[in-house]
């Protein structure tokens, strides 16, 4: 069976699922109309917007309070109420971001002025895009449940320069710039805020299928660690909401095997908090079939902070039949054959912090151990228990 494909349209292996998907949407949009309509039956026009504007109104204060916090500290430190950071695509595409505090009102500018150029390829991110990243972040700064609403921007002047990969013209290319650029904008705001050490930064994307099917998956990876906690490893990281498929049923309605599914051991970023390790995934594929990944972090490892490790950066590899091994990079397309082996190393969570002298201590006392046994495979596995 071929692509369904109308005049004007690209195609689609499903086009039944797609139809289904807006569907979907269009439920659930009419729900939330149905629903808001009852509390305005219930209590008045007046009361619904009222709260409405309360919820906002909540927010907004608890923005700025927490700016406020964040500016006088930055004062007190460094005697400035600037802050700034860059972090890269594995493209070499500077995000770059100033923050201007306002510790009297509570306010910030937050200026990505000297972000790369909109690039070649489906890296853009619309400028939506960046301000939901920021949204997230500063709502995960404030440190209490803060209701999703733009209450939370209100403070919050935003300058992104058009024409850049965070504002591209109406006619780039996107999808990566949701599901990867995103990504790179947090760690730049929680990099300018010194928050934590970066996550895995990327969502890890794989895509397989034949011209009447297809199959998508995204991989977990670390979480980065802060003043006071460890990463998370094998986990979905900021701007992701996804859940990959269980063994069971990839195998069973798909022509593949996996071969292996863990926790990429010692991956993380060592400091005096851990961050998380990556996974490993690894696909043996039962026939022929395209092969398509698009990941980030393959060149620029996920940062640590305030003295902690970088984690380990992400590798895909083919593995042929015959056994040569390909690296693929961080974004490609290939067809691979029966008994083909998918390799994913996902990236890891940086460390935060310089361990302790104890933390020192109790890893030279565990090394020495296993030099002793021969066996320093055993000791990597055992890093996680010091």
């Known amino acids: 069976m071929k692509p369904a494909q109308e005049p004007g349209c690209s195609g689609t292996r499903n086009l039944a699922d797609n139809l289904s ?38 927010a907004e204060v608890a923005i700025r309070d927490m700016l406020k916090q964040i ?16 972090e890269y695509m594995d493209n070499g595409t500077p995000i770059t971001l100033t923050v201007t505090l306002d510790q009297e009102k509570g306010g910030a ?33 404030v440190g209490h449940d803060v209701p999703l609403n733009q209450g939370c921007l209100t403070p919050v002047q935003v300058i992104v320069p058009p024409g850049s990969i965070l504002d591209p013209s109406e006619t780039a290319a996107v999808v990566g710039g949701n599901v990867l650029t995103s990504q790179r904008v947090v760690d730049v705001v929680l990099k300018a805020f010194q928050v ?46 996804t859940r990959i498929t269980d063994v069971e049923i990839a195998e069973r309605r798909y022509p593949l095997i996996v071969r292996a599914f863990s926790l990429r051991q010692g991956s993380g970023g060592r400091g005096r908090w851990n961050g998380g390790d990556g996974v490993t995934r690894e696909l043996i594929f039962r026939r022929s079939m395209q092969v ?13 902070m305030n003295g902690g490790e970088a984690g380990a950066r992400g590798l895909n590899l083919l593995q042929r039949a015959d056994g040569r091994i390909i690296n693929l990079g961080g974004k490609t397309s290939v067809k691979a054959f029966a008994g083909d082996k998918y390799i994913m190393n996902s990236p890891a969570g940086g460390g935060y912090g310089l361990p302790t002298d104890e933390d020192i201590n109790k890893e030279d006392k565990v090394y020495s151990e296993f030099l002793q046994r021969g066996s320093v495979y055993e000791y990597k596995s055992a890093q996680e228990s010091v």
């Open 71 to 86: 500016a006088k500290k930055a004062i007190e430190t460094t005697g400035s109420p600037v802050l700034k950071a860059t």
């Open 109 to 141: 500018i937050c200026d990505f002025t000297g972000t790369g150029a909109e690039v070649w390829g489906n890296l853009n991110a619309p400028r939506a895009i960046t301000l939901s990243a920021l949204i997230y972040c500063l709502r995960c700064m």
């Open 196 to 241: 934590c050490a970066a996550s895995t930064g990327c969502m890890n994307n794989l895509t397989l299928g034949e011209e009447d099917w297809g199959y998508y998956e995204t991989v977990a990876g670390g979480s980065g660690a802060g003043p006071g906690w460890h990463g998370a490893s094998g986990v979905h990281t900021h701007m992701t909401n």
């Open 21 to 58: 998907d807006l569907k979907a949407q269009v439920a659930a949009n009419q729900k939330g109309i149905q629903l808001v309509g009852e509390l305005i039956e219930q209590y008045g026009l007046d009361v619904v917007q009222a709260y409405m504007s309360h919820i906002q109104k909540n």
């Open 292 to 304: 398509s990944v698009l990941t980030e972090r393959r060149a620029f490892q996920p940062y640590g």
